[in-house]
């Protein structure tokens, strides 16, 4: 009898155990948004000074997925050009959004992965679709899964169909297309958000036709998109007015806000821009209105907790470092001279391949005359000749 | 008696369960002071021996004991009951030190040096899991790749040796790494791309542009810093890039190397608004094996993270002589990096002895001398490991306060210049011009010119002459180019006259490039990374030749093994060449040409070949014209012909 109430009391704190656990299980909305992590890639693709504001527009993204909670790690930066270091910088290593310096978007630990004459379409493409030498380091790589909201970034100088990069070379739509049907078909992207802030920036997006992605632009086909404020000090334009007003909107965004993408659809009306920005969400399978903004600009990590006890008393075995063997090699150790000047004048060339000293030579053949002439004697030489 | 019997077994299992929370608890707590113990180990010592220091100097000679103390309170700590530590961890040290030379110009010279010991071994298939002070990110490095030595500085700005002297860790303009590979490397090239990458990871540069055409195996420059007895020149490889990019991405990862990273010690100051703003900014970072003691039976790993920075006294000083750290680098300082064993602040007062050229405050009473580029140089000394050091406003400004404008510095005995000659943009000539400024002595240089291929080097034009005579070098390698291959590689041992010039030349053509290859702003010219010279200039004081004696770190870098004379490299300015850029826009300018010429010329003639030919009635006049339409309205059909 006493043993069944004690068997009794176990099961019973058993079973509220396995309740708890399943109560937590039926949480399902909690990770309605079906990614669990979150990847940007910002690209500045114009060289050269004055093209500073373009700079500034990716800088100013970076930023703000950043405060937002993407970690560098996770932020596949692209600068053409080096600004904030520039000798025509009138104060190194900033890079400002507004006017009299107040906002400076380059920050002080900033990690760019491409920079200057990286940023290549072929770069671009390889960092997107994953096809990158096998020794390119982790930083350089965009290391995302079919779980992974990415966020793409870009900005420079474009045009109906087309996007410069550095001057010299240009992406059309329909390569940016097939490489986002690619990273679909290699399940690189849960959802994909794609903002482009050139001149015509909505033929940019025409194309694609792979699922779960959204996308804005600047200005529509037709359009030039404009920049927004010179700065006298700096003496260049700093930001283009639909990331300036993009930037304004991202700051006010914090990890657990609730704006969604309706208002992202919102910023920069055409009175404010100057030119009309466009968006597209036909190939995005759920609705603009229930996607938050920190889906793609924040990394707001989901948690599951688990009520089983994990032990963690076991004494991790420590991996002897030092093998018996240290006290094998004692011969005594120096320094080298650094300019051994006797030891490099009679330093020996290097001998390319093997070959036979020169009187070698000379004696065999010797050696064969004088076999000839012993065999057949001088007087034979007539038959010869 | 139902309850009782339900009671027992329950206080039973609460007991078991307290007994097992006791256990873990246990062990929790043997673990948690032991790892506290060590991250503390280093600094009890280090302020031990600061105690003991402050003991014993206090007149003109600073002695320095820290090195056999440290190493006997550790040897001590380890002798302790093996509850603390059952495995005796490699011992590893940090220390961190500021060197400030105030410069006659009114500039200020600053250069920090941040070095960590580690008594470990990397080779010989060895798995260090266990990191304290040494960053795990450039263990891995050295294990993985079997680096031997590994050099890299990023550089923006270049060295006016003429103005500033000779700094402590010299650096060319742009990108440079070097690297020695152990002997059991079997495809060195190979490792080398593969470490270049790495390396552009972690310091967020564009090192992955080194590729064979920038890369070169000195044959006689670049010998190991580090101990060792194997110098085969097969297992180094030289490259810069000398027009890579300086700025806050680099400096944050080199940063976090440290093992305060920026938030206490010396780093503090590294805020890059500051150090951007400046005259020269060089970061590099040296990691080399040395000797674990005097007897050098065993080796440690020495990881050297420097930075070399002068502010312009215009730009950064407005115009006055007067420099303080918070001018410099808006911080004042608060605290040494806990870990440090030592963290000392110098500043160079040789030029300076009874104060008067400039005002130094707070005023120390510790000095230092030491052996520093063929000099017997003295400092004011601030160990920041001592509280008093930092007074009653808890925090420590240096002010340097220059009174006179006077003095001249003296004349550094080596320096180096080099440019390019000639016109047009077929040919052109090198210079490079190698002063030596002692009275009396001659010396021998050794001369390191890495030229990319598009200039095809003419190497039998190659003269070398000092005091219009020819100078003879008794060393000479030369490696050709091959196209889109390697680049020249130029090696020579040249003996430079006292009080000379020599001046080596040798003309060069410009190739021309594919369309692709060329970069996206080709107009702004092609650079040739800096010559490189190695010398051994003669010292004015005998050097100090222990290797393993404890000095402050700026001296210890280059081992000297002879008292008479100091090894030295200096860099020359990178060269910047423009190489004959073809049309970018002639595609688009044909396709106009083309197009035009179709449309008229053939555009024409076709028309003239298809069109059929009729005679055309003349059209009626202009008064028939009306009057037709004036007949249309009143109803009459037809036309007046």
Not at chain 1, 246 to 258: C, M, N, Q, R, T
Not at chain 2, 251 to 259: H, M, S
Not at chain 2, 479 to 498: A, F, I, N, T
């Amino acid at each position: 009898f006493t043993l069944s109430i004690y068997l009794s009391i176990y099961l019973s704190i058993y079973l509220s155990i396995y309740l708890s656990v399943c109560l937590s299980d039926s949480a399902g909305q909690f990770f309605s948004s079906g990614h669990t992590n979150n990847w940007a890639v910002l690209v500045c693709t114009s060289r050269f000074w004055f093209n500073y504001r373009h700079v500034a527009n990716t800088l100013s993204v970076y930023r703000s997925v950043k405060r937002l909670g993407i970690p560098d790690s996770h932020i596949v930066l692209m600068l053409a050009d080096d600004m904030a270091c520039n000798h025509r910088n009138p104060k190194p290593a900033t890079v400002f959004s507004h006017k009299n310096m107040e906002l400076n978007v380059y920050g002080d630990d900033v990690e760019v992965d491409y920079r200057g004459y990286e940023v290549t379409v072929e770069n671009f493409l390889r960092v997107l679709t994953g096809r990158l030498p096998p020794s390119t380091p982790r930083s350089k790589r965009l290391l995302s899964d079919d779980r992974s909201n990415i966020l793409i970034y870009l900005t420079g100088h474009g045009g109906n169909g087309f996007l410069k990069f550095q001057d010299s070379e240009e992406i059309s739509n329909v390569e940016l297309a097939d490489a986002f049907e690619q990273m679909w078909q290699k399940r690189r992207y849960n959802e994909l958000l794609f903002i482009i802030d050139t001149c015509q920036g909505a033929s940019m997006y025409e194309r694609f036709y792979s699922p779960n992605l959204m996308a804005l632009a600047s200005s529509q086909v037709g359009e030039d998109s404009l920049s927004h404020q010179p700065d006298l000090a700096i003496g260049v334009h700093l930001m283009d007015r639909y990331t300036f007003y993009l930037l304004e909107f991202l700051e006010d965004i914090h990890p657990a806000s609730k704006a969604n993408m309706n208002d992202l659809f919102k910023v920069c009306p055409k009175s404010q821009c100057v030119s009309t920005p466009g968006h597209r969400t036909d190939l995005f399978l759920r609705d603009p209105g229930s996607v938050l903004i920190t889906d793609f600009f924040g990394s707001v990590r989901k948690v599951e907790i688990t009520t089983e006890a994990i032990d963690l008393t076991d004494p991790i075995k420590e991996v002897e470092e030092r093998p018996a063997n240290g006290d094998v090699h004692k011969e005594m150790h120096s320094y080298v001279d650094q300019l051994p000047v006797s030891e490099i004048i009679h330093q020996k060339p290097k001998q390319k391949d093997w070959h036979p000293p020169d009187g070698f030579i000379l004696g065999l053949w010797t050696l064969i005359l004088l076999v000839f002439f012993q065999t057949y004697g001088v007087k034979h030489l007539r038959h010869i000749f | 008696m139902a309850a009782h019997r339900c009671c027992f077994p329950v206080w039973l299992f609460i007991l078991c369960s307290f007994s097992l929370f006791i256990i873990a608890g246990s062990q929790e707590t043997t673990v948690a002071p032991e790892q506290h113990a060590s991250v503390l180990d280093n600094p009890q010592t280090a302020a031990e021996t600061a105690e003991q220091t402050a003991g014993e100097s206090g007149g003109v000679e600073e002695r320095r004991w820290e090195g056999t103390e440290v190493r006997d309170a550790a040897a001590q700590k380890q002798a302790e009951p093996a509850v603390l530590q059952p495995t005796p961890q490699p011992k590893d040290d940090f220390q961190e030190e500021l060197v400030v030379r105030p410069l006659h110009s009114g500039d200020i010279y600053a250069s920090f040096q941040f070095r960590t010991l580690w008594e470990t071994d990397f080779m010989r298939g060895n798995k260090v899991s266990h990191y304290r002070l040494f960053p795990k990110s450039l263990g891995q490095v050295i294990s993985k790749f079997s680096v031997r030595e590994l050099h890299i500085s990023f550089t923006q700005g270049y060295w006016r040796t003429m103005q500033w002297g000779q700094p402590y860790l010299p650096s060319p303009p742009g990108a440079e790494l070097w690297v020695w590979f152990q002997d059991s490397v079997t495809d060195v090239d190979a490792t080398w791309k593969e470490l270049t990458n790495v390396l552009s990871g972690i310091f967020c540069a564009s090192l992955n542009f080194i590729d064979s055409t920038n890369t070169v195996q000195p044959s006689a420059s670049f010998k190991p810093l580090g101990i060792g007895n194997v110098t085969d020149h097969r297992f180094l490889r030289y490259a810069t890039l000398p027009r890579e990019i300086v700025c806050t991405e680099n400096l944050t990862p080199w940063k976090k190397l440290l093992p305060c990273g920026s938030k206490a010690g010396l780093a503090v100051l590294l805020k890059s608004e500051k150090l951007f703003h400046s005259s020269f900014h060089s970061q590099a970072v040296h990691i080399r094996p040395v000797c674990q003691d005097w007897q050098c039976k065993t080796t440690s790993w020495e990881l050297r993270q420097t930075l070399n920075v002068v502010f312009d006294l215009h730009n950064s000083g407005q115009g006055k002589r007067e420099w303080s750290l918070f001018k410099m680098f808006s911080r004042t300082l608060t605290e040494a990096c806990p870990l440090a064993s030592s963290s000392k602040i110098y500043i160079d007062i040789t030029d300076n002895p009874e104060g008067e050229q400039f005002e130094l405050s707070p005023a120390t009473s510790l000095l230092s001398q030491a052996m520093v580029l063929g000099d017997r140089r003295t400092f004011s000394v601030y160990d920041l490991t001592q509280q008093d050091t930092f007074g009653s406003v808890r925090s420590l400004n240096l002010l340097i306060r220059w009174k006179s404008t006077e003095g001249d510095m003296l004349r550094p005995l080596l320096h180096a210049e080099r440019y390019v000659a000639g016109y047009g943009l077929q040919t052109g000539e090198i210079h490079t011009l190698m002063y030596n400024h002692h009275p009396y002595r001659s010396f021998p240089v050794l001369l390191l010119d890495s030229v990319p291929w598009y200039l095809r080097l003419y190497i039998h034009t190659l003269t070398v002459t000092s005091k219009g005579k020819d100078n003879k070098p008794s060393y000479i390698h030369y490696q050709p180019s091959k196209d889109r291959v390697r680049p020249h590689l130029l090696e020579m041992l040249v003996q430079l006259p006292p009080n000379s010039v020599t001046e080596v030349t040798v003309q060069f053509e410009r190739a021309l490039l594919k369309w692709t290859e060329y970069t996206p702003d080709p107009n702004h010219g092609f650079y040739v990374g800096s010559s490189v010279i190695s010398s051994l200039v003669p010292s004015t004081v005998a050097m100090d030749t222990n290797s393993t004696r404890e000095r402050p770190l700026f001296s210890s870098f280059f081992p000297c093994k002879e008292e008479s004379s100091y090894f030295v490299r200096v860099y020359t300015e990178p060269l910047l060449v423009n190489l004959p850029t073809p049309d970018f826009s002639m595609p688009y300018n044909v396709i106009c040409l083309t197009c035009t010429v179709v449309a008229v010329g053939y555009g024409s003639l076709y028309n003239l070949l298809t069109r059929s030919f009729q005679i055309e009635e003349p059209s009626p006049g202009l008064a028939k014209r009306i009057a037709n339409v004036i007949r249309k309205m009143r109803g009459f059909p037809g036309t007046m012909g």
